[in-house]
């Protein structure tokens, strides 16, 4: 079973409007992270926004914010005010394994277009 | 401040030839990584190091080894490349008594094995 599944290959959002990138993940451990990360066409990987498993409050970071549904096992990320610089590649990752887990999950990414 | 640093960034092999990709930190993690990253697949880990002297598999291993010496690097090793594993290698570092710190990777290094 995937780990991590992101199940929009591709989405595209309105500049200025809302988006919300969709991650589930699969877990069996209580002590886990979820990151999203965001890579643009340059290739590197950028750190949005993380979220602990005891974290209950969901996380924010500027525009980006983290809708975390434990008992679903989802994790997904709202971006607000979309903006051109907004298009890229965004990844959802898991740490898992307790709190010095050894093992990063990524999903297949979704790539999000943001429309002038 | 140079965080992650791979090398080299680009590099083109034939098959059976062999190679070391580099991968250093200098933010004294002891957590390291080797991911690839293929289109449609995400990325992928390779191997993994919690510490000098320490390396495990990750989800796809096979041919490639890694060694850790030292804690500022973990390089990547190609036996006998193939065509399969052409594809972008990203190294990342990170704190591992810190789980709510995400992994700082390096730019790539896009290989190509004709």
């Known amino acids: 079973a995937q780990k991590i599944t992101q199940t929009q290959p591709g989405m595209f959002v309105q500049e200025k409007e809302a988006v919300t990138l969709d991650c589930t993940y699969d877990?069996?451990?209580?002590?886990?992270?979820l990151f999203w990360y965001k890579q643009p066409s340059s290739g590197e990987m950028i750190f949005l926004i993380y979220q602990g498993s005891y974290d209950e409050q969901n996380a924010t970071e500027g525009r980006y914010s983290l809708n975390f549904q434990k008992a679903r096992k989802s994790a997904n990320l709202v971006i607000s005010a979309s903006q051109l610089g907004d298009s890229a590649m965004y990844f959802c990752?898991?740490?898992?394994?307790?709190?010095?887990?050894?093992?990063?999950?990524f999903g297949t990414g979704t790539s999000l277009t943001v429309i002038p | 401040n140079a965080g992650v640093t791979q090398t080299p960034k680009f590099q083109v092999l034939k098959t059976g030839q062999s190679m070391t990709l580099q991968c250093a930190q200098d933010m004294n993690h002891e957590y390291m990584s080797w991911y690839r990253q293929d289109p449609g697949m995400g990325l992928r880990l390779i191997h993994y190091s919690v510490g000098a002297g320490i390396t495990d598999q990750g989800e796809v291993p096979n041919g490639y080894n890694v060694s850790r010496s030292t804690t500022e690097d973990f390089p990547l090793r190609l036996l006998s490349a193939a065509p399969s594993q052409t594809s972008v290698y990203f190294c990342?570092?990170?704190?591992?008594?810190?789980?709510?710190?995400?992994?700082?990777f390096g730019d790539g290094t896009r290989l190509s094995i004709l």
């Open positions: 877990t069996s451990d209580q002590s886990y992270g």
């Open positions: 990752a898991m740490r898992e394994g307790g709190w010095t887990g050894n093992q990063f999950y």
């Open positions: 990342a570092s990170s704190y591992r008594s810190q789980p709510n710190k995400p992994q700082h």
